[in-house]
């Protein structure tokens, strides 16, 4: 398991969201692994490989992550921060998936890097969509450099 | 000398001398009963009575009622004892007026001693009079006034000094006639005086000075003078008056509205703070639980909808529907929320400009249709151009979806002169409304037409209402059902809580 690269880290703590995320992305025809944390602590964790996931090799970064931006103990605004912070997960494209479409919380998220930043639809039709449009291009177009 | 001469002679030097009264005095004669037998020109024109007039009345015509009548006695008992009476008198002329006359009756006597008539010689002291109750009227102010009134000449000695002075700074008058104003000055405000008399020496005056000075105790008292100079009859300037008015109590008043204008402005950041709290987590946290139960309810559809009856699949199509107009009730609260909290940056805009670019990005709702918009010549404004886009953005889009069963559809953007005011208005032939309803029409969440008629959530119009109302303007609509609909609004010049 540890050596197995994630290509989709889906940072989530509403079972919902998790469900329909899940749902919608195996309807595409994207094969790529996705892991799913509940809390940013443990995202956290698991880019650094620290605490429960402290087994985990470094080098298998994820090709992009999906962070919901309200959550419990640690937000997504201060993943977002201490990934961008550190030279070693910078590059690392990070995806706002937020209930918000608050201007300040945009500006916010820019401020600390964010590479794209999707108000999750309320309409279950769109957010598929989202979804599977968002997980194509991140995973299919997108060229990242090599840490 | 001929007797007849010598008698000619003393006849000229009485003429000459009646003469001379006559251009100096007011002279007028009565009999012993007091009835006018002579008067002169002066006394007709002071009086504006003829002579026929007064030739057999008695003074009484003149009465002012101003005298008791123990005056009156006291002068008709000397003058009937044949003594001279000397008095102030103040008469009224013919026209009403007043008119005083400092007053000398001379009785002439028969050889019985008795008075055989009386010659009144006066002199108008109107003016005496005046200046007297003026100068009592003054002298009663800088008594009984609470401000200082202090006089002191250019080299700064005081001349003056009131009761007001007094209680204001501690001094008596004896303390402080003679000395030097600097007294009152602290030594660090000394060349404010230096300024003061030079501005008095240029005969300028200084207005409301709001400073600083001190009692005897050495106090420090704020005060608000006021300083002119003081002229003489040539109009040199000699001294200065100065009035000075203790205004601790106002700076205090003053320093407290501050505190609590701070405190207010503190408290209204506190409570915006909190709703922002508030719009913020309803726009996460309710929103959430909508999406789970729309996205449950078409998980259902799609995954088991072979194996419902239908009327299942119609029910929880409901739910899903549902789920997404309360989205939108949540989206339009949060957008009326944040339209009112935003900050207002008036500028002059052009409304015209505005309403096109409104109109280009409602080109996707015209297509297919078949509307006819004219947009007449619309007087620039004071706006904040990104709220008046909303205004127009709501209200052209209204007028767009009410007059979507009308071919053609006809809107109507313009504006006109009201008492000055500009008012600007939208108007559409679409569905319009019965206006005794008219009063719900800005309400949030008030709607006037069917949801499977018109869709909508009925936060547009009141979004439209407090933008409007927070220019200070006022937003209001005319409508007949089938007839359509026109709004109207101003952007200045009514009061908000109108």
Same mark, same amino acid.
């Given at each position: 398991?540890?050596?197995?690269?994630?290509e989709?880290?889906?940072?989530?703590?509403?079972?919902?969201?998790?469900?329909?995320?899940?749902?919608?992305?195996n309807?595409t025809?994207?094969?790529?692994r996705?892991?799913?944390v509940?809390?940013?602590?443990?995202?956290?964790?698991?880019?650094?490989?620290?605490?429960?996931?402290?087994?985990?090799?470094?080098a298998?970064?994820?090709?992009?992550?999906?962070?919901?931006?309200?959550?419990?103990?640690?937000?997504?605004?201060?993943?977002?921060?201490?990934?961008?912070?550190?030279?070693?997960?910078?590059?690392?494209?990070?995806v706002?998936?937020?209930?918000?479409?608050?201007?300040?919380?945009?500006?916010?998220?820019?401020?600390?890097?964010?590479?794209?930043?999707?108000?999750?639809?309320?309409?279950?039709?769109?957010?598929?969509?989202?979804?599977?449009?968002?997980?194509?291009?991140?995973?299919?177009?997108?060229?990242?450099?090599?840490? | 000398?001929q007797?007849?001469?010598?008698?000619?002679?003393?006849?000229?030097?009485?003429?000459?001398?009646?003469?001379?009264?006559?251009?100096?005095?007011?002279?007028?004669?009565?009999?012993?009963?007091?009835?006018?037998?002579?008067?002169?020109?002066?006394?007709?024109?002071?009086?504006?009575?003829?002579?026929?007039?007064?030739?057999?009345?008695?003074?009484?015509i003149?009465?002012?009622?101003?005298?008791?009548?123990?005056?009156?006695?006291?002068?008709?008992?000397?003058?009937?004892?044949?003594?001279?009476?000397?008095?102030?008198?103040?008469?009224?002329?013919?026209d009403?007026?007043?008119?005083?006359?400092?007053?000398?009756?001379?009785?002439?006597?028969?050889?019985?001693?008795?008075?055989?008539?009386?010659?009144?010689?006066?002199?108008?002291?109107?003016?005496?009079?005046?200046?007297?109750?003026?100068?009592?009227?003054?002298?009663?102010?800088e008594?009984?006034?609470?401000?200082?009134?202090?006089?002191?000449n250019?080299?700064?000695?005081?001349?003056?000094?009131?009761?007001?002075?007094?209680?204001?700074?501690?001094?008596?008058?004896?303390?402080?006639?003679?000395s030097?104003?600097?007294?009152?000055?602290?030594?660090?405000?000394?060349?404010?005086?230096?300024?003061?008399?030079?501005?008095?020496?240029r005969?300028?005056?200084?207005?409301?000075?709001?400073?600083?000075r001190?009692?005897?105790?050495?106090?420090?008292?704020?005060?608000?003078?006021?300083?002119?100079?003081?002229?003489?009859?040539?109009?040199?300037?000699?001294g200065?008056?100065?009035?000075?008015r203790?205004?601790?109590e106002?700076?205090?008043?003053?320093?407290?509205?501050?505190?609590?204008?701070?405190?207010?402005?503190?408290?209204?950041?506190?409570?915006?703070?909190?709703?922002?709290?508030?719009?913020?987590?309803?726009?996460?946290?309710l929103?959430?639980?909508? %999406?789970?139960? #729309? +996205?449950?309810?078409?998980?259902l559809?799609? *995954?088991?909808? @072979?194996? !419902?009856?239908? $009327?299942?699949?119609?029910?929880?199509?409901?739910?899903h529907?549902?789920?997404?107009?309360?989205?939108?009730?949540?989206?339009?609260?949060?957008?009326?929320?944040?339209?009112?909290?935003?900050?207002?940056?008036?500028?002059?805009?052009?409304?015209?400009?505005?309403?096109?670019?409104?109109?280009?990005?409602?080109?996707?709702?015209?297509?297919?249709?078949?509307?006819?918009?004219?947009?007449?010549?619309?007087?620039?404004?004071?706006?904040?151009?990104?709220?008046?886009?909303?205004?127009?953005?709501?209200?052209?889009?209204?007028?767009?979806?009410?007059s979507?069963?009308?071919?053609?559809?006809?809107?109507?953007?313009?504006? %006109?002169k009201? #008492? +000055?005011?500009?008012?600007?208005?939208?108007? *559409?032939?679409? @569905?319009? !409304?019965?206006? $005794?309803?008219?009063?719900?029409?800005?309400?949030?969440?008030?709607?006037?037409?069917?949801?499977?008629?018109?869709?909508?959530?009925?936060?547009?119009?009141?979004?439209?209402?407090?933008?409007?109302?927070?220019?200070?303007?006022?937003?209001?609509?005319?409508?007949?059902p089938?007839?359509?609909?026109?709004?109207?609004?101003t952007?200045?010049g009514?009061?908000?809580?109108?």
């Amino acid at each position: 398991m540890s050596d197995e690269s994630v290509e989709i880290l889906l940072v989530e703590d509403s079972p919902d969201d998790v469900a329909f995320f899940v749902r919608t992305f195996n309807k595409t025809n994207l094969a790529a692994r996705v892991h799913v944390v509940a809390d940013g602590k443990e995202a956290l964790e698991f880019v650094f490989c620290t605490g429960s996931h402290s087994a985990r090799n470094l080098a298998n970064r994820p090709k992009v992550i999906f962070l919901d931006m309200k959550m419990p103990k640690v937000d997504g605004m201060e993943v977002l921060r201490r990934l961008k912070a550190d030279p070693y997960t910078r590059t690392i494209p990070i995806v706002a998936l937020s209930s918000s479409n608050e201007e300040r919380d945009l500006i916010e998220s820019y401020r600390h890097g964010v590479n794209s930043y999707i108000v999750k639809p309320m309409d279950f039709d769109q957010f598929a969509e989202t979804v599977r449009v968002i997980s194509q291009y991140w995973l299919q177009f997108n060229k990242t450099p090599k840490p | 000398m001929q007797p007849e001469q010598q008698l000619r002679a003393s006849l000229r030097e009485i003429d000459d001398l009646k003469a001379a009264l006559d251009e100096h005095a007011i002279v007028a004669i009565t009999d012993p009963q007091g009835k006018i037998t002579c008067v002169n020109d002066k006394f007709c024109a002071i009086s504006k009575y003829s002579e026929q007039e007064l030739l057999g009345q008695d003074h009484r015509i003149l009465n002012s009622g101003f005298h008791s009548k123990e005056f009156i006695r006291d002068l008709w008992t000397t003058i009937a004892r044949g003594k001279v009476w000397k008095g102030e008198i103040k008469n009224k002329a013919k026209d009403g007026s007043f008119y005083w006359v400092d007053t000398t009756i001379v009785p002439f006597l028969n050889d019985d001693g008795k008075p055989r008539q009386y010659v009144a010689i006066r002199a108008d002291i109107t003016e005496r009079k005046r200046m007297e109750m003026i100068a009592v009227h003054l002298a009663a102010i800088e008594k009984s006034s609470d401000d200082a009134i202090i006089g002191k000449n250019l080299d700064g000695t005081i001349t003056s000094w009131n009761a007001g002075a007094e209680k204001i700074f501690g001094y008596s008058s004896e303390e402080m006639l003679g000395s030097s104003i600097l007294r009152l000055i602290p030594a660090d405000l000394h060349d404010e005086e230096h300024h003061i008399i030079q501005r008095i020496t240029r005969g300028e005056s200084v207005q409301n000075l709001e400073t600083v000075r001190q009692s005897k105790g050495g106090r420090l008292i704020n005060v608000s003078i006021t300083s002119s100079p003081i002229k003489d009859s040539s109009g040199k300037t000699i001294g200065a008056s100065k009035v000075a008015r203790d205004i601790t109590e106002r700076k205090l008043a003053e320093e407290k509205i501050s505190q609590l204008n701070a405190e207010l402005e503190r408290r209204v950041i506190e409570r915006t703070a909190e709703l922002e709290a508030f719009s913020y987590s309803i726009s996460h946290d309710l929103r959430a639980p909508l %999406r789970a139960m #729309g +996205g449950f309810a078409r998980m259902l559809q799609e *995954d088991y909808a @072979a194996t !419902f009856p239908p $009327e299942a699949g119609r029910q929880l199509e409901r739910i899903h529907e549902n789920a997404m107009k309360m989205g939108l009730l949540i989206d339009g609260l949060l957008e009326f929320s944040r339209l009112s909290r935003q900050p207002l940056n008036k500028r002059t805009v052009s409304p015209a400009k505005i309403a096109n670019r409104v109109l280009e990005e409602l080109q996707s709702d015209m297509e297919g249709r078949h509307v006819k918009i004219t947009i007449g010549d619309l007087p620039d404004g004071e706006a904040d151009p990104t709220l008046l886009h909303q205004v127009f953005m709501n209200l052209l889009s209204n007028a767009l979806k009410y007059s979507r069963r009308c071919d053609p559809a006809v809107i109507e953007v313009g504006a %006109r002169k009201d #008492g +000055g005011r500009c008012v600007y208005f939208i108007k *559409d032939n679409g @569905a319009g !409304f019965e206006m $005794e309803y008219a009063h719900n029409l800005f309400g949030v969440f008030q709607r006037l037409h069917r949801a499977d008629q018109f869709e909508g959530t009925g936060v547009g119009l009141a979004i439209v209402q407090r933008i409007i109302r927070r220019h200070g303007g006022r937003v209001w609509a005319e409508a007949e059902p089938d007839k359509g609909a026109t709004f109207y609004f101003t952007l200045e010049g009514e009061n908000i809580y109108v």
